[in-house]
C-alpha cells in the first residue's frame, strides 16, 4: 500500500491549493480515502473523508471551504482547499478509512507521508 501526498505550498490567506493523494498496492474503490492535518507538537485531525458510498465528511471550521473528491480511474483523491486561513496551516495526510456510525472516519492502515501546506501573508 502505498499513498503519495502532493500539492501542497505556501500560500496567501484567501488564496487555494488543491492537495492530491496517489493510491497504490490496494483496490482503490473498496476504501474510502480520508485527509487528516497535523501541526506540530500536536496530534491528527480529520479534515475530510470521502467513502465508498460517495458520501463524505468535513471538519465544521472546513464545511464550504474544502471539498474532496476522488478519481478512481486515477486512483487519487483530492482535496481542494479554497479561502484558507492561517489556521489551515499544518502538514496533510491521507490514508484509507471506514465510515463509522456517526459518519466520522475510522484510520484503516498507515499515513502517507504528507504535504506541508502554509497560509501566511
Known amino acids: 500500500v502505498q499513498l503519495v501526498e502532493s500539492g501542497g505550498g505556501l500560500v496567501q490567506p484567501g488564496g487555494s491549493l488543491r492537495l492530491s493523494c496517489a493510491a497504490s498496492?490496494?483496490?482503490?474503490?473498496?476504501?474510502?480515502l480520508g485527509w487528516a492535518r497535523q501541526v506540530p507538537g500536536k496530534g491528527l485531525d480529520w479534515v475530510s473523508s470521502i467513502y465508498t458510498d460517495d458520501t463524505t465528511y468535513y471538519r465544521d471550521s472546513v464545511k464550504g471551504r474544502f471539498t474532496i473528491s476522488r478519481d478512481n480511474a486515477k486512483n487519487t483523491v483530492y482535496l481542494q482547499m479554497n479561502s484558507l486561513k492561517p489556521d489551515d496551516t499544518a502538514t496533510y495526510y491521507c490514508?484509507?478509512?471506514?465510515?463509522?456510525?456517526?459518519?466520522?472516519?475510522?484510520?484503516?492502515?498507515?499515513w502517507g507521508q504528507g504535504t506541508q501546506v502554509t497560509v501566511s501573508s
Open positions: 490514508a484509507r478509512v471506514s465510515k463509522t456510525t456517526w459518519g466520522l472516519p475510522r484510520l484503516l492502515g498507515s
Open positions: 498496492g490496494f483496490s482503490f474503490i473498496t476504501y474510502g
